[in-house]
């Protein structure tokens, strides 16, 4: 029944929950306009919340083993009606992952390489997602541990060197921002980049070993925080009250690098490493997107789909927005609510399902 | 535009030999759905005729007819 | 076998060709094609209304020939190039250039914006904008006003540097000598006029003429309020503001000697200050205490102030300095209604609630506020001397 080959160890699992989560660092900037200094608060908040939403998707997995998503569904809700929820995942997956895309895009066309067509970052790096995921899971759970450890090492670093630009008063006054708005910021880092770990339950079903998964998606997704919130507390102690102006708080904090006159200008170190970790985030998102479809329809391998989808992708990608501007608007808005169900309400409701319909059945020749 | 052609026909190249050789009907039926979709797509972008934007019709009817959205500023 | 192995030589010699041409962007500008600016100026000009941007430009033959080239090429003797346009706003001045250059400018290495007295005056919000939203602009450049024209500014050649953009923001760096001024960068001022109350400042140049050679000569500070112009402070007021705020490097305090006899001279080595906002039935009083260490640089008396005595007096004359300077401050801040330490700020944080209520009436109630001063201050050495060169005096 698998699409997928291979097999992913748990450790392989940690490291690629904790890039993917760390592939959003730049993204709570779409929190940042709206909870200002309160945003590590709310990253806090977002992970309490979001945490045994998490928990139940790794049950999930443990209850279906070497079951993807599609087939999970398939299985809880029947064949229609699974067919129609799983159409709806695939939906979610397709945005997402040409909101990243374009993402990726906009961070060159504004700060790095301005006057090169838009087109050409989409096509590059989607063809590079496409080669990537056309070699399989397994390839990618071994580079993700080197991914990490960047993106670890260019936080921690760029945090150290901007200390003495800080200035922690700037976290003072504590509950200041009226509650709607701490909400919709909860909403937010809940939706993105927590919630967005639900694509995990299309590979859960590749683990090898589902013992300790509850255990490592645990701390993956721990390291995960970590980064966004080494992120969160630079940005606003080295910017403090300017912090909502800019596009990027991330690159305006690390341009004010400026040591001994020889550490400057460093912005191209974000760039680079935010480059890598939101190649880890798209990859993943194409991987569950052509695998999810792959088993829609019910085929052999997933192989012939990925440069038809990536065609669509970058077009979709190209054209979804009108400039970032739009982009935050709508993230902001309905991106984050039309993803709530899918987030919050059908893994724990699959579950329950499960629970109690006794699911999965016990086939001859298999163990309980 | 010639770009976007060569692109297409090097997929097209890559993988319809190879279901047809393994008898693939079903994988075969199905990227060519989306191989089509891809193309028109493709063509539309090139030609600079505006193409729908999903999330555009999603934030309609999330916003105004449902009416759930948070307040701006 | 033969087939397998030449598609794998096709591949390779595909990747390799992808190497070479996709490489680079499209952005990329080479360095002939470049003006690198080192230093801007923005004036208003007074008949048409337009901005006049002064941009002063290295000229690459003389940076790159150098020293080496004594005698031998022309006898202009300038290394640098100020070229200046009208615009409209300064994205249009800045673009408008390409009518008198070949290039665009580079401003990246831009190091100081000067503005003009009028900008000044006008008030700055309107030609901030660009600095910080343009790519090219690092945040950590320094902003100065001019006291009458930023392009005169720009004309001044220093005698030992050979751009005077550098000379200004080496002038700026070495604030710390005397305390008398400090760096103002894009990002400080920007977050000074997000705060609705807080003031900004930036330090003011002025051309001062000696024989033949124009000089650059920092008066002191001007104070912005809401990105206007509002007044002027001198040196020692605008210590007295960074003894509150904690950024005194180094500095002289001159105090009169025990005796009257003569003055001693303190170098500050350090010092440190904490302000504690209180509010008490409605009324604000700030605690400041600052700690301040000196050594005995200079005196000009025979009088032996080695002493633990004359040490005890020295230091109590050198807090009593630093204060009336904190008060000096305070006193210019009051009457040009502008809270240039922070104040409000500070209330904000701590009291967030009453922060509320009296936002906008901050301008009466900085008025009102009142300043506990704690200065302790002391002398822990005096250089190489013991005793000042004087005959001894007999005992009679």
Redesign the interface.
């Known amino acids: 029944m698998n699409i997928e080959k291979g097999k992913i160890s748990g450790q392989q699992l940690l490291f690629l929950i904790a890039g993917f989560v760390h592939g959003s660092a730049l993204l709570i900037d779409f929190t940042v306009g709206i909870t200002e200094h309160q945003t590590w608060m709310v990253i806090l908040a977002g992970l309490i919340i979001t945490v045994p939403v998490i928990l139940s998707y790794v049950v999930l997995a443990k209850r279906f083993p070497e079951m993807n998503l599609v087939q999970i569904n398939d299985m809880v809700y029947g064949r229609f009606l699974g067919k129609v929820i799983s159409i709806y995942y695939i939906?979610f997956f397709l945005?997402t992952l040409s909101f990243n895309i374009r993402d990726v895009g906009e961070l060159y066309i504004?700060?790095l390489?301005?006057?090169?067509?838009f087109?050409f970052f989409l096509i590059?790096f989607t063809a590079t997602v496409s080669y990537a995921v056309a070699k399989g899971i397994e390839v990618l759970a071994r580079v993700s541990h080197l991914f990490v450890v960047t993106g670890l090492f260019a936080i921690i670093s760029t945090f150290i060197l901007l200390i003495d630009q800080m200035d922690f008063?700037n976290f003072?006054?504590l509950f200041?921002l009226p509650f709607?708005k701490i909400f919709?910021g909860i909403h937010i880092v809940s939706a993105i980049p927590f919630g967005e770990t639900v694509v995990f339950l299309m590979i859960m079903g590749c683990l090898n070993n589902t013992e300790h998964a509850v255990k490592k998606t645990f701390l993956g997704l721990m390291i995960g925080v970590v980064s966004l919130l080494i992120v969160a507390i630079r940005n606003t102690a080295v910017?403090?009250?300017?912090q909502t102006?800019w596009t990027s708080t991330s690159f305006?904090s690390i341009?004010?690098i400026?040591i001994g006159t020889v550490l400057?200008?460093m912005d191209f170190l974000i760039g680079i490493a935010q480059t890598i970790l939101i190649f880890l985030k798209c990859s993943i998102f194409f991987y569950v997107s052509v695998t999810a479809?792959?088993q829609l329809?019910?085929?052999?391998?997933y192989?012939?789909?990925v440069?038809?989808?990536?065609?669509?992708e970058?077009?979709?990608a190209?054209?979804?927005?009108q400039s970032p501007v739009d982009h935050a608007t709508?993230t902001?808005?309905?991106?984050i609510?039309?993803s709530v169900p899918l987030i919050f309400i059908f893994p724990p409701l699959s579950l329950l399902i499960a629970k109690i319909r006794g699911l999965p059945k016990p086939e001859r020749g298999k163990g309980t | 535009m010639i770009l976007l052609l060569l692109?297409?026909a090097y997929?097209l190249i890559?993988?319809v030999p190879?279901?047809i050789k393994r008898k693939?009907w079903?994988?075969?039926i199905?990227?060519s759905i989306?191989?089509v979709?891809?193309?028109g797509?493709?063509i539309?972008?090139v030609l600079g005729i505006?193409?729908p934007?999903?999330?555009?019709g999603?934030?309609h009817?999330?916003?105004d007819i449902l009416g759930?959205?948070?307040?701006q500023g | 076998m033969i087939k397998k192995n030449s598609f794998l030589i096709i591949k390779l010699i595909i990747c390799f060709s992808m190497c070479i041409s996709?490489s680079g962007?499209?952005?990329a500008r080479e360095i002939n094609d470049l003006e690198i600016v080192i230093g801007m100026g923005v004036d208003k000009d007074k008949d048409t209304g337009d901005i006049l941007l002064t941009a002063q430009v290295v000229k690459k033959d003389a940076a790159v020939g150098g020293a080496g080239n004594g005698g031998g090429g022309g006898g202009d003797g300038k290394s640098f190039w100020n070229v200046s346009s009208n615009g409209k706003s300064i994205f249009d001045a800045v673009r408008q250039i390409t009518h008198k250059t070949g290039n665009r400018l580079f401003i990246?290495h831009n190091q100081v914006v000067i503005f003009g007295n009028d900008i000044a005056e006008e008030g700055l919000q309107e030609y901030i904008d660009f600095f910080?939203r343009a790519?090219e602009m690092?945040?950590?450049t320094m902003i100065l006003i001019a006291e009458k024209k930023a392009s005169e500014v720009l004309d001044a050649k220093p005698e030992t540097e050979k751009y005077p953009a550098m000379n200004i923001a080496k002038l700026v760096e070495t604030s710390g000598f005397t305390s008398h001024f400090f760096e103002v960068n894009m990002?400080d001022f920007?977050?000074c006029m997000?705060?609705g109350t807080t003031a900004s400042l930036a330090p003011s140049v002025s051309i001062v003429q000696e024989k033949d050679n124009k000089d650059i000569y920092v008066a002191g500070m001007v104070v912005f309020k809401n990105g206007k112009m509002v007044g002027k402070m001198n040196h020692d007021e605008v210590r007295g503001l960074l003894w509150v705020l904690g950024k005194v490097k180094s500095g002289v305090i001159i105090v009169p000697s025990p005796n009257k006899q003569g003055k001693a001279i303190l170098e500050i080595v350090k010092a440190k200050s904490k302000v504690k906002p209180e509010m008490k039935d409605g009324r604000i009083v700030m605690n400041i205490s600052i700690k301040e260490e000196s050594s005995l640089s200079e005196q000009t008396t025979t009088e032996n102030l080695a002493t633990d005595k004359a040490l005890e007096k020295l230091q109590e004359a050198s807090a009593e300095v630093i204060r009336q300077e904190i008060m000096a401050a305070f006193n210019k801040s009051r009457e040009l209604k502008a809270d240039i330490f922070g104040f409000g700020e500070m209330i904000?944080?701590?009291y967030?609630k009453e922060?509320k209520t009296i936002e906008d009436k901050w301008d009466e109630i900085y008025q009102t506020i009142e300043l506990k001063i704690e200065v302790d201050s002391k002398i822990i050495k005096t250089d190489l001397l013991k005793k000042p060169v004087s005959p001894i005096k007999k005992e009679k």
Request: charged fraction near 10%.
């Open positions: 939906f945005m504004t700060f390489m301005q006057d090169t067509p087109i590059v008063s003072l006054p200041e709607i919709q910017l403090g009250g300017i102006i305006q341009r004010l400026n400057t200008r479809i792959s329809f019910g085929l052999k391998s192989l012939p789909l440069l038809p989808l990536a065609g669509i970058v077009i979709v190209a054209t979804v927005f709508i902001q808005n309905a991106g609510i039309y | 692109i297409y997929i890559a993988n190879g279901l693939e079903k994988e075969l199905v990227f989306f191989y979709i891809a193309f797509l493709g539309m972008y505006p193409v934007s999903p999330m555009k999603l934030q009817l999330i916003v759930i959205e948070y307040p | 996709l962007c499209s952005g990246s910080l790519h690092r945040p950590t990002k920007a977050s997000m705060s904000h944080k701590k967030h922060w």
